[in-house]
């Protein structure tokens, strides 16, 4: 289960996942997805612990997390939404389904993450399914052909299941 950042959490669990890979330098790519996965994002701290714990500069380190689109240095809310808007799926109107979403979730192009920390909403250049344009995913749920309407849907969808999980 991920976990938002906390500091005494945060090094206990960076160090298990530090001695999983044996604190080995040229694993640096594992070490980050898994850390990800345990806080939705790489917080500066655990950055600099890692790349002490490996014996790398941070520079390194930092130069690995942010040459990769998949790593973030920015927390990220519970729910990942990305949105294609590459040639296919912006001539099939992603673009309006951007906008329902963005104005659901009170989000702009720089603003992507919902103050309350339950929903991330990125644009991405391509997901590689462009027969299904455009396209949503919703955490790793592919919607094709996806209407303004349904990607509203998805999102009330979530919102229930929240509410009723609390």
Not at 12 to 35: C, F, H, S
Not at 70 to 80: N, V
Not at 109 to 123: E, G, L, R, S, V
Request: proline share 4%.
């Amino acid at each position: 289960m991920s976990t938002q950042y906390s500091a005494a959490h945060s090094f206990n669990k960076v160090m298990e996942i530090l001695d999983r890979y044996d604190r080995n330098e040229n694993k640096i790519i594992p070490i980050l997805q898994a850390v990800q996965e345990e806080y939705r994002y790489l917080p500066q701290e655990v950055l600099t612990f890692i790349a002490t714990s490996l014996g790398v500069s941070p520079a390194r380190l930092y130069g690995v997390a942010t040459f990769y689109s998949h790593f973030s240095l920015e927390p990220k809310g519970k729910h990942i939404i990305k949105m294609c808007d590459g040639t296919a799926c912006h001539v099939r109107g992603s673009a309006k389904v951007i906008e329902a979403i963005r104005e659901r979730l009170k989000l702009t192009d720089k603003k992507i993450t919902t103050d309350d920390m339950m929903y991330t909403f990125q644009t991405v250049s391509c997901l590689g399914a462009c027969g299904l344009a455009p396209v949503l995913v919703v955490d790793d749920d592919i919607h094709g052909q996806i209407t303004p309407a349904q990607a509203l849907a998805l999102i009330d969808k979530i919102d229930a299941e929240e509410k009723g999980n609390a």
